[in-house]
């Protein structure tokens, strides 16, 4: 099992920035992909990025791609999502997801079989 808790969700104006966390516990990070999905009101989750569990392969939803950076430290047990450049579309409730199977990450929520519990991001002025 693999418990995971975001933090750093909040409000920020248009163009600024955020770093969400993903902290884990029950199961080391290094044996795990990770991804993040979000979900607007009213839209169903998607994707948003992945990093494999040795963190060499990442990849990103085309419209976050070049603003967003996700990452991982093994030794602090945590993920992370560095958003820059945000706009108000940005807005959302984040999830972090970690897999044992999609080692190599996954755009797919349904690879995923364990999920925080969100925290919301809010850009707006």
């Known amino acids: 099992q693999v418990r995971l808790v975001e933090s750093g969700g909040g409000l920020v104006q248009p163009g600024g920035s955020l770093r969400l966390s993903c902290l884990a516990s029950g199961r080391t990070l290094s044996s795990c992909a990770m991804g993040w999905f979000r979900q607007a009101p009213g839209k169903e989750r998607e994707f948003v990025a992945s990093?494999?569990?040795?963190?060499?392969?990442?990849h990103y939803a085309d419209a976050v791609k070049g603003r967003f950076v996700i990452s991982k430290d093994n030794a602090m047990n945590t993920g992370y999502l560095e958003m820059n450049s945000l706009k108000p579309e940005d807005t959302a409730v984040y999830y972090c997801?970690?897999?044992?199977?999609?080692?190599?990450?996954?755009?797919?929520?349904?690879?995923?079989?364990?999920w925080g519990q969100g925290t919301q991001v809010t850009v707006s002025s």
């Open positions: 997801a970690a897999t044992l199977i999609a080692l190599y990450g996954s755009p797919w929520s349904y690879e995923y079989e364990y």
């Open positions: 990093i494999s569990w040795t963190g060499d392969s990442t």
